[in-house]
T-cell receptor
Framework: GQQVMQIPQYQHVQEGEDFTTYCNSS?????IQWYKQRPGGHPVFLIQ?????EVKKQKRLTFQFGEAKKNSSLHITATQTTDVGTYFC????????????????FGKGTHLIIQP | EAQVTQNPRYLITVTGKKLTVTCSQN?????MSWYRQDPGLGLRQIYY???????DKGDVPEGYKVSRKEKRNFPLILESPSPNQTSLYFC?????????????????FGPGTRLLVL
């Protein structure tokens, strides 16, 4: 099955510093999604990337999909305490869904801890 | 309000006693899914469904059953729960992109069901 590695597992930053989490797949992907989960909460969808080399921005968040569609990153500029939580990538269970929707597999997440 | 609801939110049970966790969505979504979340293991998909009467296994289906008789409901059944099924369970739903594109739209998660099997 699909292998996904997400790093780092934990990231401690001072408020105002930048943060990046990386997601790497063993196979070429049709698409990738990113989610955020606050402590005690449920995952909340952030974005979906589908095109090779795609870059999308949401305020201080920048999402990239690699040219080979095997990796992705989420970068947060100037972190704030509201950014605390765990960030997950999610990809098709079998990598590239050619005939229809597939199951999803999640990375283990990066826990972002912010020190004021 | 568009939402995914799960019941119960908390459940303590004993080994072998059948239980059902309900999931319902009011957004007319085709795709529904169950996940379990465990410390250090992240979110793992149990089963998913692309439409009524269409279900398929995710990463960790053993010990679970699902059914999709109506579009809005996707119950998770544990026929004979065991302690290793103690976990936090999430239901989620989304539209399918359609037009032959093999991906989902935004996935909406329910609030979670915390299950303890003694």
């Amino acid at each position: 099955g699909q292998q996904v590695m997400q790093i780092p597992q934990y990231q401690h930053v001072q408020e105002g510093e930048d943060f990046t989490t990386y997601c790497n797949s063993s196979t070429t992907l049709s698409n990738i999604q990113w989610y955020k989960q606050r402590p005690g909460g449920h995952p909340v969808f952030l974005i979906q990337l589908v095109k090779s080399g795609e870059v999308k921005k949401q305020k201080r968040l920048t999402f990239q999909f690699g040219e080979a569609k095997k990796n992705s990153s989420l970068h947060i500029t100037a972190t704030q305490t509201t950014d605390v939580g765990t960030y997950f990538c999610a990809l098709p269970l079998r990598g590239y869904s050619g005939g229809g929707a597939d199951g999803l597999t999640f990375g283990k997440g990066t826990h972002l801890i912010i020190q004021p | 309000e568009a939402q995914v609801t799960q019941n119960p939110r908390y459940l303590i049970t004993v080994t072998g006693k059948k239980l059902t966790v309900t999931c319902s969505q009011n957004m007319n979504h085709e795709y529904m899914s169950w996940y379990r979340q465990d410390p250090g293991l992240g979110l793992r998909q149990i089963y998913y469904s692309m439409n009524v009467e269409v279900t398929d296994k995710g990463d960790v289906p053993e010990g679970y059953k699902v059914s999709r008789k109506e579009k809005r409901n996707f119950p998770l059944i544990l026929e004979s729960p065991s302690p290793n099924q103690t976990s936090l369970y999430f239901c989620a739903s989304s539209l399918l992109a359609g037009g032959g594109r093999p991906w989902w739209e935004t996935q909406y998660f329910g609030p979670g069901t915390r299950l303890l099997v003694l």
